[in-house]
């Protein structure tokens, strides 16, 4: 059986335009090693989770994390640590946020 790949859902994200990209210039991690951000094939465990922590403590102080977050939550970004979360997190939120809307009738 092949595992289905998945990816951010282009359709969600916004235009061509700099301004609304221009947050990324700002955020902490700019210029870092994009490994520290996204696990490698077959990454489990506490390797896993070291690696999640200090992308996530690189994210606490970041001047951009709530507009990195949004982004991330808007696309349904799958893979990396975005604005301090991780995949499972992002994930969570969105299947709660989903949940939410469908028991309110919206």
Known sequence: MTEAVRMADTRRLPGPNADMWDWQLEGSCRGMDSASFFHPDGERGPARARREA????????????????????????????????????REHIIKSDKRALSMSGG
């Open 54 to 89: 200090r992308a996530k403590a690189v994210c606490l102080s970041c001047p951009v994390l709530e507009m990195c977050r949004s982004h991330a939550l808007a696309v349904h970004e799958p893979y990396g640590i975005w604005g301090g979360l991780s995949e499972s997190e």
